[in-house]
Nanobody, 115 residues
Framework: QVQLVESGGGLVQPGGSLRLSCAAS????????MGWYRQAPGKQRELVATVTGGDISNYADSVKGRFTISRDSAKNTVYLQMDSLKPEDTAIYYCKVTTAFRDYWGQGTQVTVSS
């Protein structure tokens, strides 16, 4: 059974930092494309960052230079380091893994950026 569990969200002031983690079980995801998405109230889910099986990273324009996606194959975990956070970054953040058969999603972790 494949399960993705996000953690690391919380409340942070503008300009602060958070590090999100996505731990996988039932799958070794270092060979798959992985991504972080977010969804704010009243908005559609949007892509934040992706990393391919070949470790090629891409970012939404809104987070370039502030967020970094990375993976630790030994821990079967993908991370999203978020620096210089802005109120508009407030959303539920989801981890996704794309396989040959289907996508898997985590349950999400809330990030709130507010003073």
């Amino acid at each position: 059974q494949v399960q993705l569990v996000e953690s690391g969200g919380g409340l942070v002031q503008p300009g602060g930092s958070l590090r999100l983690s996505c731990a996988a079980s039932g799958i070794i995801f270092n060979i798959y494309a992985m991504g972080w998405y977010r969804q704010a109230p009243g908005k559609q889910r949007e892509l934040v960052a992706t990393v391919t099986g070949g470790d090629i990273s891409n970012y939404a324009d809104s987070v370039k230079g502030r967020f970094t996606i990375s993976r630790d194959s030994a821990k079967n975990t993908v991370y999203l380091q978020m620096d210089s956070l802005k109120p508009e970054d407030t959303a539920i953040y989801y981890c996704k893994v794309t396989t040959a058969f289907r996508d898997y999603w985590g349950q999400g972790t809330q990030v709130t950026v507010s003073s």
